[in-house]
């Protein structure tokens, strides 16, 4: 898929089919379009539980359907990293953390997966 259609027809998915499970070869495609970054799998059991953690006071209620997920933590700044923050009174974190996972959206995207970046979860 060029790149074009793909930002053409990516959305936001909030209708997954919840026997459709991914297969690992892909969701491994997926997540090599975001490296170096580390993420955590989540499928099955595990999926169930992070999709509950999603939907405290009824939000995301789509989120209980769906058969795996991509979950992002921070980690901690190097000591370099966290003075620079600290100076600019930034946290780059976030903006590194967005920019991987837009890649792998599109990624996902090209490889024929439904996404929806959520940032409303219990810790």
Request: some cysteine.
């Amino acid at each position: 898929m060029d790149y074009k259609k793909m930002t053409e027809t990516r959305q936001s998915c909030r209708a997954f089919d919840p026997v459709r499970t991914p297969d690992r070869a892909v969701l491994t495609q997926v997540l090599e379009a975001s490296q170096p970054y580390h993420f955590y799998v989540a499928v099955d059991g595990t999926a169930r539980a992070v999709g509950a953690a999603t939907q405290s006071l009824g939000m995301n209620k789509f989120a209980g359907d769906c058969p795996a997920f991509i979950v992002v933590a921070e980690q901690p700044y190097n000591r370099s990293a966290a003075v620079g923050a600290k100076l600019k009174d930034q946290d780059y974190r976030a903006a590194d953390i967005g920019l991987a996972v837009s890649q792998l959206v599109y990624r996902a995207h090209e490889l024929g997966l439904s996404t929806c970046i959520l940032g409303w979860f219990d810790e």
